[in-house]
């Protein structure tokens, strides 16, 4: 049987292990995985350790991507790309694959929910780690993306960063004050202290949609704040959670499962 593992600091909360094995029966796989609260300051020992007792694929967490961008010894494209991994697989020659389905599954789960299409405006708040993750797969869809932060200049150096790969500009939030984008991305990590950015409700319109890259149990601030709004079109984070398991299911186990029954269920789980 296989043996997985996410690994994080906190990894209490984890739904990884409850995903995989939904994924795992879905399909017929039988496979071990675990949570493992690294130390901070041990987290490479631990991977290490997890590998050499026959580990054969790992998730990373926060606060680990970066540690384990540096850690692996081959990297996909798109982890190259946005410098972190969540995602490892140990290859025939005891090498370690790092890759990164973080922007893969926000893109399944943005065409599952029907919000977006190649020629889709976007607008991507925030210019950390969470969006850094997300913007190749879009770039590479097709979509125009604006960016814009609350310290503005960490979204133009990004833009100008990923400028080579498609459309993508940088402009200041108190500059956006229209509805002129198809799509509006939370990826701010503001929710988790119950804040939103600070963006113009002229913004939204009954066309637009929203989705925030961060999940609660019922609406984020972010997503409320849009509601209030007319907008009705509206998702959380949770979709993306499964989708970038799935991807990473799909490097393990040459399979990509359903996501749409295991979101049913985590759901009712947040209820
Ligand atoms: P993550 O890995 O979650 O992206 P990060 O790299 O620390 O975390 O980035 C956090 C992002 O959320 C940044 O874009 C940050 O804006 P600043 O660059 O201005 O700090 C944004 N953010 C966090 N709290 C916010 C808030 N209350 N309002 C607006 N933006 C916020």
């Not at 300051?41 to 590998?51: G, K, M, P, R, V």
């Not at 599952?112 to 190649?118: K, M």
């Amino acid at each position: 049987m296989g043996m997985f593992a996410v690994f994080g600091n906190p990894i209490q909360h984890s739904k990884s292990p409850s995903i995989h094995q939904m994924f795992a029966k879905q399909t017929g796989i039988d496979l071990e995985y675990q949570k493992i609260l690294a130390p901070v300051e041990d987290f490479e020992a631990y991977l290490s350790d997890f590998f050499e007792k026959g580990g054969q694929g790992a998730n990373i967490t926060l606060p680990f991507k970066e540690r384990a961008f540096q850690f692996v010894s081959e990297l996909t494209e798109r982890a190259q790309t946005c410098g972190a991994v969540n995602t490892i697989r140990k290859l025939d020659n005891h090498r370690l694959l790092g890759d990164n389905t973080d922007g893969a599954g926000l893109l399944l789960d943005l065409q599952r929910l029907g919000f977006v299409s190649p020629s889709s405006k976007i607008l991507v708040i925030g210019a950390g780690g969470a969006t850094r993750g997300a913007l190749l797969p879009l770039l590479e869809y097709g979509c125009d993306i604006t960016l814009t932060n609350r310290t503005f200049i960490k979204a133009e150096s990004l833009a100008h960063q990923f400028s080579v790969l498609g459309k993508i500009q940088s402009r200041p939030m108190e500059q956006l004050i229209s509805a002129e984008f198809d799509l509006i991305i939370n990826g701010t990590s503001s929710g988790v202290a119950g804040e939103i950015p600070k963006i113009s409700p002229e913004l939204f319109s009954q066309q637009t949609a929203c989705y925030d890259m961060f999940y609660q149990r019922g609406l984020t601030p972010f997503l409320s704040f849009a509601k209030q709004h007319q907008v009705n079109k509206l998702a959380d984070g949770l979709g993306m959670l499964v989708g970038q398991a799935a991807f990473a299911f799909k490097l393990w186990h040459g399979v990509i499962p359903e996501i749409e029954p295991v979101l049913k269920e985590l759901k009712k789980e947040l209820e």
